[in-house]
């Protein structure tokens, strides 16, 4: 049983976000009273003044650790980061817009208290949550669990608690393309989920524009599936099938002498088979990819600074 002499660790990634890390440390203070826990924050190459924000947090409050990466590596890099920094027996991993709401955090800690050694955050949507982005959510995960075998549900993010074990089995994982909702969605243990309301971004804009969400959602499902692979079987004997059925007609119509229309269609059938082919293309260049990545063994990330007391040895350059 988990007591509140365990410790807790609260990652948070960090991209150009000076303006309002400073509010997140003041609600985490409020948040946690009486628990003994640890704040690590982790500057994913930021161009603005946060790594000068987070060594004045670490300077005021000893709780404070900072990680800054030598370049910007993505958030599920930094996050990766932040997770091999903490030491608490309980991981809680969060955005450091205030979006995600540091009151919630002594509900996932007594969830976690009560036995459960993953607690997911489900968030409901309002007003200020786009349809497009409600929509694009609700049909992504759907097509990542269908395709995966893995279930994510609409509105999970990197807002959840780990246990200490957990932990340690995504960092057994050793994944070069690193996805974490899927990965800790596959490792199992016993889970729950809270829900929450989202809150308004507290300052600066969002960093996760349109394109990233494009890529994320690719790379998540190519990390996880080679179903889009093998869907090319099945595309290749549709479309070779339309192509025979076109060919028939045309030597059909040609034996009995009359004019063959329709070169339109025959066109399209063309095109299509172009398209699937490039579109197969694609795929197979993005799992080479992959392979590729995993030859070359680079880090997932390099840390260049850190500010406070972190156990870093041998962690900063244990993910490939």
């Known amino acids: 049983m988990h007591t ?64 800054r990466l030598s370049r910007n590596f993505g958030h599920q890099p930094a996050l990766l980061a932040g997770l091999a920094a903490a030491q608490g027996q309980a991981v809680i991993s969060m955005d450091a817009d205030l979006q995600h709401p540091p009151a919630l955090l002594p ?8 036995g459960a050694q993953i607690v997911h955050t489900q968030r409901k949507s ?29 509105g999970q993010s990197d807002f959840r608690l780990l246990d200490r074990r957990v932990v340690g089995a995504l960092q ?15 490792v199992g243990f016993r889970s729950v989920t809270v829900p929450y309301e989202v809150r308004a971004r507290h300052s600066g804009e969002s960093k996760f524009g349109l394109l990233k969400m494009v890529r994320f959602g690719l790379h998540g499902v190519t990390s996880f599936s080679t179903i889009p692979l093998r869907a090319g079987i099945a595309l290749g004997f549709l479309t070779a099938a339309a192509a025979f059925c076109e060919l028939a007609y045309v030597v059909a119509v040609r034996l009995l002498g009359a004019p063959v229309p329709g070169w339109a269609s025959v066109l399209g059938i063309v095109a299509m088979l172009f398209g699937v082919n490039f579109m197969l293309m694609g795929f197979q260049g993005i799992y080479l990819g992959h392979v590729f990545s995993r030859v070359r ?10 500010v406070g007391d972190l156990n870093l040895k041998g962690r900063a350059d244990d993910h490939d």
């Open 107 to 114: 509900e996932l800690l007594a969830r976690w208290r009560a």
């Open 172 to 186: 057994a994982m050793d994944e070069v393309e690193v996805f974490l909702r899927g990965m800790v969605q596959w």
């Open 126 to 154: 309002g007003a200020e949550t786009s349809w497009f982005k409600r929509s694009s959510s609700r049909w992504y995960y759907v097509v990542f669990s269908m395709l995966t075998g893995v279930p994510l549900a609409e």
């Open 297 to 306: 063994r680079r880090p997932t990330y390099l840390i260049s600074d850190t």
């Open 4 to 67: 509140s002499a365990a410790l807790v660790s609260v990652v948070v990634p960090a991209f150009r976000e000076a303006g309002n890390l400073t509010p997140l440390h003041e609600e985490l203070v409020r948040a946690l009273a009486g628990e003994r826990w640890e704040l690590i924050l982790v500057d994913d190459g930021s161009t603005d003044g946060t790594w000068d924000v987070i060594e004045s947090l670490a300077q005021a409050d000893p709780r404070v650790r900072g990680v």
